[in-house]
């Protein structure tokens, strides 16, 4: 059993940055892709960015050149680094591990709004 608990939301002006991490527990991190998604009030849930397992990234058009993703194996942790934040960003974030075999695991998310 995974357990993932995502914390470094807030609220954050435009324009600014937030530096979001996930924690995770049991034995599967290193071996899993982790995805950052988020959902905005009355919309779908879309995906942020990815790293896979070697490292590899991805990210959304809508962050593309705003946001970083990392991962720390040793820590079980990972990271997404938002800059440039807009008040479309305002959602709610949520980490999730896709590993080889199995399903997806979930957080329970983490608030970002970005106003004035």
């Known amino acids: 059993q995974v357990g993932l608990v995502e914390s470094g939301g807030g609220l954050v002006q435009p324009g600014g940055s937030l530096r979001l991490s996930c924690t995770a527990s049991?034995?599967?991190?290193?071996?899993?892709?982790m995805d950052w998604y988020r959902r905005a009030p009355g919309k779908q849930r879309e995906l942020v960015a990815g790293?896979?397992?070697?490292?590899?990234?991805y990210y959304a058009d809508f962050v593309k050149g705003r946001a970083t993703i990392s991962r720390d194996n040793a820590k079980n942790a990972g990271y997404l680094q938002i800059n440039s934040l807009k008040p479309d960003d305002t959602a709610v974030y949520y980490c999730?591990?896709?590993?080889?075999?199995?399903?997806?695991?979930w957080g329970q998310g983490t608030q970002v709004t970005v106003s004035s």
């Open positions: 049991g034995s599967i991190f290193s071996s899993a892709t």
């Open positions: 790293i896979t397992r070697g490292g590899s990234t």
């Open positions: 999730t591990l896709d590993p080889p075999s199995g399903s997806r695991t």
